[in-house]
């Protein structure tokens, strides 16, 4: 009698194993996707020397590509102020804001050409990521609870 329920008791478990092997969803290829910006800085040669301001420009350059990787991938925020008097507008500010943290971005191309360095630079995220990222703009307390 012991050995008949050792026996179903097994069989029962092994059945439920399988059910559960079944159930776990395979692993989806993650895709990457490629954000790429461009960033362009002007020389000043009234400053410094010639070596030292295309520095700066080439700082200036990949300074704002990135900025502008942090707009593509974390979105802007626009801050705008108006002023009416008489049913006329008087004054008009508008500001706008970026924040967010850039990992693995390099650049790809660069060049010099009429006083300007451009920079063109690119980084590549996972899909998840960037889904996790927008999750996080919209709602950005659940990520805290």
């Given amino acids: 009698m012991r050995i008949i329920l050792t026996m179903m008791l097994i ?7 399988q059910i559960e092997l079944k159930n776990i969803k395979q692993p989806t290829k993650v895709k ?8 362009v800085g002007v020389v000043n040669y009234e400053v410094c020397s010639k070596a030292q301001a295309l520095a700066m420009a080439r700082r200036a350059a990949v300074l704002e ?3 502008a990787l942090a707009e593509k991938i974390y979105g802007i925020k626009i801050n705008g102020r ?3 008097k008489n049913m006329i507008l008087e004054n008009s500010n508008i500001r706008a804001n970026v924040e ?10 660069e060049k010099f050409n009429n006083g300007m360095y451009i920079v063109r630079m690119g980084v590549s995220i996972d899909a998840q990521k960037k889904e996790l990222i927008k999750n996080f703009i919209l709602n950005p307390f659940i990520f805290f609870l």
């Fill in 65 to 67: 590509a990135y900025k």
């Fill in 100 to 109: 967010g943290l850039i990992r693995g971005a390099n650049v790809e191309e």
């Fill in 11 to 17: 069989f029962l478990t092994s059945y439920a194993t």
């Fill in 32 to 39: 990457n996707i490629k954000i790429e910006a461009i960033g």
């Fill in 82 to 84: 108006d002023s009416v």
